[in-house]
């Protein structure tokens, strides 16, 4: 059974960085693209960003480029999203998701496997 679980969220000021992690149990982790989400309370889950199962080829949402990154780690089945510049409505759930082939990078339900998630605050 695949697991995925989350590290690294926190209460930031604003202009400061995370940086949240990812690990993978249970599946041949080099295989999935990888996926990163938020929900922020009474609102939808939203695409942030993934990264391809060889690193190469990442997608942002506009509202997160420029200031996060995401990276991979085969060796370690981990997958990594650098934040910086945090905005109070960065502040939300952040979530990590698993699928050997999403059919949409972008949609929550392309994706087979999730974690928990975790917190992100960011103060203004």
């Known amino acids: 059974q695949v697991q995925l679980v989350e590290s690294g969220g926190g209460l930031v000021q604003a202009g400061g960085s995370l940086r949240l992690s990812c690990a993978v149990s249970?599946?041949?982790?080099?295989?999935?693209?990888m996926g990163w989400f938020r929900q922020a309370p009474g609102k939808e889950r939203e695409f942030v960003a993934t990264i391809a199962w060889m690193g190469v080829i990442k997608k942002y949402a506009d509202s997160v480029k420029d200031r996060f990154t995401v990276s991979r780690d085969n060796a370690k089945n981990t997958a990594y999203l650098q934040m910086n510049s945090l905005k109070p409505e960065d502040t939300a759930v952040y979530y990590c998701?698993?699928?050997?082939?999403?059919?949409?990078?972008?949609?929550?339900?392309?994706?087979?496997?999730w974690g928990q998630g975790t917190q992100v605050t960011v103060s203004s």
């Open positions: 249970g599946g041949t982790f080099s295989i999935y693209h």
């Open positions: 998701a698993a699928a050997p082939n999403p059919r949409n990078w972008l949609a929550p339900s392309s994706y087979d496997y």
